[in-house]
């Protein structure tokens, strides 16, 4: 019998991950603990060391017991919790990288982790280019107008006018799962699509019919920029005062991504002066923002609070991915998506 604990929240629930490995996994003696974090009704934050982490350390421990498994998307995997679960095997994250758990602790202990790259690839993909159009169409201003009973026939003006996605250059930053959905959609709208990404592969980015580029290069040309890359020590601030200042005046800037991408500190002044067009956001330097942040107040600006993966389907998909890798890992194979891989050398009966 092996011991599995289901750490949900409010977005991919216990169950989910539940009835996932009962599926992925017939015929294996299974048995659930079940534990429910508060996310995202209560925002993620760091917790013992690990970052956007729900529930805490002690909560994690007294659902654990003596678990091999633990399947989760926000609980708190630190040093602590790792240290006092020896018998704890295989963590699967729901997540495009499980920046809740402490990867060096969890390497040191032998624990493998796997994560589900692209869960949520459709859902932002789609919801960036909804910012786009939002934002280049005033549809969230247009809307607020008139539920507030004013009628903007203004905007029909040709100085307010909207701007169109055909024959624009829009460039993307960031070139993985997500950029590639948002490349094919722009390009289907009939816009040039330039792309700065240090990692993409030449040969795809052709292939795909859109154009690699430096980052200073693209923000020159692009009238639409979307931001889609992975926040690290290297890419935080990667747009910021020096390097917004090359956009056109009146491009839009889009971030769905991670808000450390984006330096918001010039961006309320760029916004009142007409450099920048406008700016659709999803995700922030701090989350939520504070009643008084500066750009609340700025003009042509919309915020929606981090839902660009929020659909039924990727907390769906998230807990089959994570559930068929555990599967793997319960039957002897290596898991497909594990992010200490090395661990994997040190248990010599895993099968391929």
């Known amino acids: 019998m092996t011991e599995v604990l ?3 929240d409010r977005f ?5 991950f539940v009835d996932a490995l009962t599926e992925q996994a017939p015929g294996h003696e299974l048995s659930f603990r079940t534990l429910a974090t508060g996310w995202p009704v209560e925002p993620f934050g760091p917790v013992g060391g690990v970052r956007e982490a729900s529930g805490t350390e002690q909560q994690l421990l007294d659902a654990l017991g003596g678990a091999e498994v633990l399947l989760t998307q926000m609980a708190p995997v630190t040093a602590g919790v790792l240290a006092k679960s020896p018998g704890l095997r295989f963590v699967g994250v729901a997540r495009g990288g499980p920046v809740n758990v402490d990867l060096a602790a969890a390497t040191e202990a032998g624990v493998v982790v796997g994560f589900t790259p692209a869960r949520n690839a459709a859902a932002a993909a789609e ?7 939002a934002s280049l169409r005033r549809i969230v201003d247009s809307d607020a107008e008139l539920k507030g009973g004013h009628w903007r026939g203004d905007y029909y003006a040709h100085e307010n006018a909207g701007l169109e996605l055909e024959g624009a250059t829009a460039g993307l930053v960031g070139y993985g799962a997500i950029g590639r959905r948002v490349a094919r959609v722009l390009s289907a709208f009939g816009a040039e699509v330039l792309v ?3 990692f993409a592969d030449p040969e795809q980015v052709a292939a795909d019919g859109v154009r690699l580029v430096e980052l200073d290069e693209l923000l020159r040309a692009s009238s639409v920029v979307s931001l889609h890359a992975r926040l690290t020590p290297e890419t935080e601030h990667l747009l910021n005062a020096e390097n917004l200042a090359l956009l056109p005046k009146g491009a839009v800037l ?3 991504a991670r808000g450390g991408l984006l330096d918001y500190a010039p961006l309320p002044e760029m916004l009142r002066s ?3 067009g406008g700016l659709a956001l999803d995700v922030y330097d701090v989350e939520p923002p504070p009643r008084d942040w500066p750009l609340f107040d700025a003009p ?3 915020t929606t609070p981090h839902l660009a993966g929020a659909t039924r389907q990727t907390a769906d998909r998230a807990a089959a991915i994570v559930a068929a890798d555990a599967a793997r890992y319960l039957a002897g194979r290596r898991p497909r998506h594990v992010a200490n891989p090395e ?3 040190r248990l010599e009966d895993l099968r391929p």
């Open 254 to 256: 889009v971030n769905s």
């Open 127 to 133: 919801f960036a280019v909804g910012l786009v159009l």
């Open 274 to 276: 007409g450099h920048l």
């Open 12 to 16: 991919v629930g216990p169950q989910l």
């Open 196 to 198: 700065a990404d240090p």
């Open 343 to 345: 661990v994997l050398g």
């Open 300 to 302: 042509n600006v919309i």
């Open 6 to 8: 289901a750490a949900g």
